[in-house]
């Protein structure tokens, strides 16, 4: 079974504080995803990897960055942490056929 | 043309009836539409896809129905369970194999009561 890992299920943070999320899949596929999930607004997607160390926006980038230095990690990070940013974060890896597989989510809370 | 509508935003069934939730898209370049679940403290998961060269999918209770020309496609979960009490999300991509970005419905909460 493909077996995607995210480091932190719960995280409680203060405005202004840099941020790591990191997310570990086990099955060498090349694209990886970070999504945040919101009520009512479903999953939006922040930013993909297709490869070691290359990076495309999504549709809400802003405020966020991301690092690719190995294939099976990918790590979102909030520079500076502000309290729109909470939220629950899903990292996905991408089969073969496109389907994705998520972690099980990062609850961060901004205060 | 990227959004994918979803509804409704939630659904009440009895055990035992139809669920129906519905989705539309706009990008015509889309070719695979996927269902997703998702469970309370649990990431979604990958319940059942679709391509366009067919009207219908079926695994065991749960079907999807697509119609191309009118660019719908929709979930039925028949003979509803409690156990099928969760979020579910359409997703639209385009062509598998290469960078397939999934649009993704707001979801859909379903309570299957017993």
């Given amino acids: ?111 | 043309q990227q959004q994918v509508k979803q509804s409704p935003q939630s659904l009440i069934v009895q055990k035992g009836g139809i669920s129906i939730i519905n989705c539309a898209y706009e990008n015509t370049a889309f070719d695979y539409f996927p269902w997703y679940q998702q469970f309370p403290g649990k990431g979604p998961a990958l319940l059942i896809a679709i391509r366009p060269d067919v009207s219908e999918k079926k695994e065991g209770r749960f079907t999807i129905s697509f119609n191309k020309s009118a660019k719908q496609f929709s979930l039925h979960i028949m003979d509803s369970q409690p156990g099928d009490s969760a979020t579910y999300f359409c997703a639209a991509g385009g062509r598998a194999g290469a960078t397939n970005k999934l649009i993704f419905g707001t979801g859909t909460l379903l309570a299957v009561q017993p």
């Fill in chain 1, 1 to 111: 079974d493909v077996k995607v890992t995210q480091s932190s299920r719960y995280l409680v943070k203060r405005t202004g504080e840099k941020v790591f999320l990191e997310c570990v899949q086990d099955m060498d596929h090349e694209n990886m995803f970070w999504y945040r999930q919101d009520p009512g607004l479903g999953l939006r997607l922040i930013y993909f990897s297709y490869d070691v160390k290359m990076k495309e926006k999504g549709d809400i980038p802003e405020g966020y960055s991301v690092s690719r230095e190995k294939k099976e990690r990918f790590s979102l990070i909030l520079e500076s942490a502000s309290t729109n940013q909470t939220s629950m974060y899903l990292c996905a890896s991408q089969g073969y056929i496109g389907e994705l597989f998520f972690g099980e989510g990062s609850r961060l809370t901004v205060l």
